[in-house]
C-alpha cells in the first residue's frame, strides 16, 4: 500500500467526477488557444515555417520535459497547491500572449513568452492530477481492478472531448482577433482555478512513514533504476502520438484538399479514442499490463510500417490518404492501449514512495523523445531517397519498447 507524500500536505479524497471533468476544462481551455499559434506565428509576425516549428517545439518541451519538476513538486507541496499554481500560470501565459498582439506594435518576444508560460503552466497541473487519479484509483474496489477500465482510460476519453470542444470555440472566437481567444483562455482558466480551490479539499498534514521517505522521497523516480528503464521504453509512445500531429499531416500536406484531409483525420482520431478507448481498457485489464503494452507499442509500430511501404513506390493522392489514415488508426490505438496502462503502472511502481515525481519522469522522457525524434525524423525525411528509412526509424523504438517494456513491470502488491 502506498503511503502520502512525507512531510507534506495529503489531499482528502476529491470525488472522481471532479477530476475528470477538471481534465475536461483543462483541455477544453488549451485546445481553445494553443492549435492557433502557428497561425498568428506565420501571419502576424511573419516567422519561417522552421522557425515555427523552433518555436512550438520549445513550447512542447516546456510541458512535456518539466513534468518531473511538477511531479516533484507535487510531492513536495501538495497535489491541489501545484494544481491551483499550475492554473495561475497558465493565465499568466495566456494573458502574455494576449498582450503581445495589444501593443502598437506586435512583439515577438513577448509571444513567445507567452507560449511558454503555457506550457510550464501544464507542466505544474498535470502531474497533480494525475497523482489526485492513481489516489482515487487506489481506492477504488478490489473486486473492480481488473474487470473495468481504469480511471486513467476515463481521463483520456475526458481528454478527448475537451480536445474537440476546445478549438470549436477558438474558432468561434478567432474573427474577434487572437488577442480576444488568448484573453478567453486566460478568463477559462481563472473560472476553473476558482473551481478547483472551491471543488478539491484543503490539504491535511501527513507525518512521514520511514527515514528514506523524508530524505530522498521526493525524487525516488529517478533512484529506481527500473523505472528509469521503463520510463525511457515509453517514451517511445508518445513520440509516435506526436507524429498524428507532425509527421502524417506532412503527408496529407503533399495532396490537393490537404486542409479538410487533415481535419477529417483529427476528427476520425477523436471517434476511435471516444467510442473505443473504454473497451480497448478492459482488454487491457482481463490481459495484463505486460501483454497490453506488447500489443500497442506494435500496433503503433505497424502504423509506420504501413507509411514505410506506402513511401517505397509511388502512390496516388487518394491511395496516399487511405495508407495516412489507416497508419492514424494504428497509431491510436497503439496509444489507447499502452497510456492508460503505463500510467496505471506508475503508482505500482512507486510503491512506499510518492506518486508525483513517477508521473513527472514517465511525461519527462517522453517529451525528450519528441524533442530529440522529430528532429531526426526531419532531418531522414528531407535526404532524398530515405522516405522509408524516416518511418522505420520511427518504428524502431516502439518494436524495442515492446521487448524491454513488458519485463520491467511490477508485480501487483497487496492494497
Same mark, same amino acid.
Given at each position: 500500500?502506498?503511503?502520502?507524500?512525507?512531510e507534506?500536505?495529503?489531499?482528502?479524497a476529491?470525488?472522481?467526477?471532479?477530476?475528470?471533468a477538471t481534465?475536461?476544462?483543462?483541455?477544453?481551455?488549451?485546445?481553445?488557444?494553443?492549435?492557433?499559434l502557428?497561425?498568428?506565428?506565420?501571419?502576424?509576425?511573419?516567422?519561417?515555417?522552421?522557425?515555427?516549428?523552433?518555436?512550438?517545439?520549445?513550447?512542447?518541451f516546456a510541458?512535456?520535459?518539466?513534468?518531473l519538476v511538477?511531479?516533484?513538486?507535487?510531492?513536495?507541496?501538495?497535489?491541489?497547491?501545484?494544481?491551483?499554481l499550475?492554473?495561475?500560470?497558465?493565465?499568466?501565459?495566456?494573458?502574455?500572449?494576449?498582450?503581445?498582439?495589444?501593443?502598437?506594435?506586435?512583439?515577438?518576444?513577448?509571444?513567445v513568452?507567452?507560449?511558454?508560460?503555457?506550457?510550464?503552466?501544464?507542466?505544474?497541473f498535470s502531474p497533480?492530477?494525475?497523482?489526485?487519479?492513481?489516489?482515487?484509483?487506489?481506492?477504488?474496489?478490489?473486486?473492480?481492478?481488473?474487470?473495468?477500465?481504469?480511471?486513467?482510460?476515463?481521463?483520456?476519453?475526458?481528454?478527448?472531448?475537451g480536445?474537440?470542444?476546445?478549438?470549436?470555440?477558438?474558432a468561434?472566437?478567432?474573427?474577434?482577433?487572437?488577442?480576444?481567444?488568448?484573453?478567453?483562455g486566460a478568463?477559462?482558466?481563472?473560472?476553473i482555478?476558482l473551481?478547483?480551490?472551491?471543488?478539491?479539499p484543503?490539504?491535511?498534514?501527513?507525518?512521514?512513514?520511514?527515514a528514506?521517505?523524508?530524505?530522498?522521497?521526493?525524487?525516488?523516480?529517478l533512484?529506481?533504476?527500473?523505472?528509469?528503464?521503463?520510463?525511457?521504453?515509453h517514451?517511445?509512445?508518445?513520440?509516435?502520438?506526436?507524429?498524428?500531429y507532425?509527421?502524417?499531416?506532412l503527408?496529407?500536406?503533399?495532396?490537393?484538399?490537404?486542409?479538410?484531409a487533415t481535419?477529417a483525420?483529427?476528427?476520425?482520431?477523436?471517434l476511435?479514442?471516444?467510442?473505443?478507448?473504454?473497451?480497448?481498457?478492459?482488454?487491457?485489464?482481463?490481459?495484463? &499490463? *505486460?501483454?497490453?503494452?506488447?500489443?500497442?507499442? @506494435?500496433?503503433? !509500430? /505497424?502504423?509506420f $510500417?504501413?507509411?514505410? %511501404?506506402?513511401a517505397?513506390?509511388?502512390?496516388?493522392?487518394?491511395?496516399?490518404?487511405?495508407?495516412?489514415?489507416?497508419?492514424?488508426?494504428?497509431?491510436?490505438?497503439?496509444?489507447?492501449?499502452?497510456?492508460?496502462?503505463?500510467?496505471?503502472?506508475?503508482?505500482?511502481?512507486?510503491?512506499?514512495?510518492?506518486?508525483?515525481?513517477?508521473?513527472?519522469?514517465?511525461?519527462?522522457c517522453?517529451?525528450?523523445?519528441?524533442?530529440?525524434?522529430?528532429?531526426i525524423?526531419?532531418?531522414?525525411?528531407?535526404?532524398d531517397?530515405?522516405?522509408? &528509412? *524516416?518511418?522505420?526509424?520511427?518504428?524502431?523504438? @516502439?518494436?524495442? !519498447? /515492446?521487448?524491454? $517494456?513488458?519485463?520491467? %513491470?511490477?508485480?501487483?502488491?497487496?492494497?
Open positions: 500500500m502506498r503511503n502520502p507524500p512525507p507534506a500536505d495529503a489531499p482528502r476529491p470525488h472522481t467526477p471532479v477530476l475528470l481534465q475536461l476544462l483543462f483541455n477544453t481551455g488549451f485546445y481553445a488557444v494553443v492549435p492557433f502557428a497561425l498568428v506565428l506565420s501571419e502576424d509576425f511573419g516567422v519561417a515555417a522552421a522557425a515555427v516549428g523552433l518555436i512550438l517545439g520549445v513550447r512542447t510541458q512535456q520535459g518539466m513534468f511538477g511531479g516533484v513538486l507535487a510531492d513536495r507541496i501538495g497535489a491541489r497547491r501545484v494544481i491551483l499550475g492554473c495561475a500560470v497558465r493565465v499568466a501565459g495566456f494573458a502574455t500572449l494576449a498582450a503581445s498582439l495589444m501593443v502598437a506594435s506586435p512583439q515577438l518576444a513577448l509571444f513568452t507567452g507560449t511558454v508560460l503555457t506550457g510550464l503552466g501544464g507542466a505544474l497533480g492530477l494525475n497523482v489526485l487519479l492513481a489516489d482515487a484509483e487506489h481506492r477504488r474496489s478490489p473486486a473492480v481492478h481488473g474487470r473495468r477500465a481504469s480511471l486513467f482510460a476515463w481521463l483520456s476519453i475526458t481528454g478527448e472531448l480536445a474537440v470542444i476546445g478549438p470549436i470555440l477558438g468561434a472566437l478567432l474573427g474577434w482577433g487572437f488577442a480576444t481567444v488568448a484573453l478567453f478568463a477559462f482558466f481563472v473560472l482555478g473551481f478547483l480551490a472551491y471543488a478539491l484543503a490539504p491535511t498534514r501527513v507525518a512521514a512513514r520511514g528514506h521517505d523524508t530524505r530522498h522521497g521526493r525524487w525516488w523516480s533512484r529506481d533504476r527500473r523505472f528509469v528503464g521503463f520510463s525511457t521504453a517514451a517511445a509512445d508518445l513520440l509516435a502520438y506526436n507524429q498524428l507532425l509527421a502524417l499531416p503527408q496529407l500536406a503533399m495532396t490537393p484538399g490537404a486542409a479538410p481535419a483525420m483529427f476528427a476520425w482520431v477523436s476511435l479514442t471516444l467510442t473505443l478507448q473504454l473497451p480497448v481498457a478492459r482488454w487491457s485489464a482481463s490481459v495484463g &499490463a *505486460a501483454v497490453a503494452l506488447r500489443t500497442g507499442y @506494435l500496433l503503433s !509500430a /505497424a502504423g $510500417a504501413v507509411m514505410a %511501404v506506402g517505397l513506390s509511388p502512390v496516388t493522392d487518394a491511395v496516399r490518404v487511405t495508407i495516412v489514415f489507416v497508419a492514424a488508426s494504428l497509431v491510436v490505438m497503439g496509444h489507447m492501449t499502452t497510456h492508460p496502462t503505463a500510467l496505471s503502472l506508475a503508482p505500482r511502481f512507486a510503491g512506499l514512495h510518492p506518486t508525483g515525481s513517477f508521473f513527472g519522469l514517465l511525461a519527462t517522453g517529451g525528450i523523445a519528441v524533442l530529440v525524434g522529430n528532429l525524423f526531419g532531418a531522414l525525411l528531407g535526404i531517397g530515405m522516405p522509408a &528509412a *524516416a518511418w522505420l526509424f520511427l518504428a524502431a523504438p @516502439l518494436i524495442v !519498447a /515492446a521487448l524491454v $517494456a513488458p519485463r520491467l %513491470v511490477p508485480a501487483n502488491r497487496p492494497a
